[in-house]
């Protein structure tokens, strides 16, 4: 079982202008898996604002995984990844290319997308689109990963070959 937390990064979602479907949709995905929502908040598209959450979150003891939603395009207030890369100590480029390059198959669009993995910590941060429809398709992507991820990231030290 593994811990999550999901940051929803939305300036009309923060002022309770619309409601939360994409955060809503990871919740619902990660019920699938051996998995424990611990904590859930909404931001707006803010830097210093999802930095600090992120921050507080990976920093707190019981956290694996970090789910953010929205602020990954390319608008002038999409901020999500510059955030996340603030407070990772590595990068993952391969969920980021993962998701994209399914994302591709099914709009051209997935080429915008900025989203960024990292690990802070023992804690996995993943950036995900701002839509529902997307959130499935790019999560759908690394879903089967998150388990082995964690354990790694935490210090298991088993070999990682298939066999």
Do not use: W
Request: proline share 6%.
């Amino acid at each position: 079982m593994f811990t999550f937390g999901v940051l929803t990064v939305s300036d009309k979602g923060s002022r309770g202008e619309r409601e939360d479907e994409s955060g809503r949709t990871i919740i619902e995905m990660c019920q699938k898996l051996p998995a424990k929502l611990v904590r859930y908040d909404i931001v707006p598209d803010e830097r210093v604002i999802i930095e600090e959450k992120l921050r507080e979150y990976a920093d707190t003891p019981g956290i694996n995984i970090i789910m953010t939603t929205g602020g990954t395009g390319v608008s002038p207030r999409d901020v999500t990844p510059e955030a996340t890369r603030a407070v990772i100590d590595k990068e993952l480029p391969g969920y980021a290319e993962a998701m994209r390059s399914a994302s591709f198959k099914k709009t051209p669009y997935a080429v915008l997308s900025r989203a960024v993995a990292g690990i802070r910590g023992q804690t996995l941060i993943v950036n995900l689109p701002g839509s529902p429809r997307a959130v499935r398709e790019n999560l759908s992507v690394i879903l089967p990963s998150l388990v082995h991820a964690v354990d790694k990231i935490t210090g298991d030290e088993s070999d990682c070959g298939t066999q």
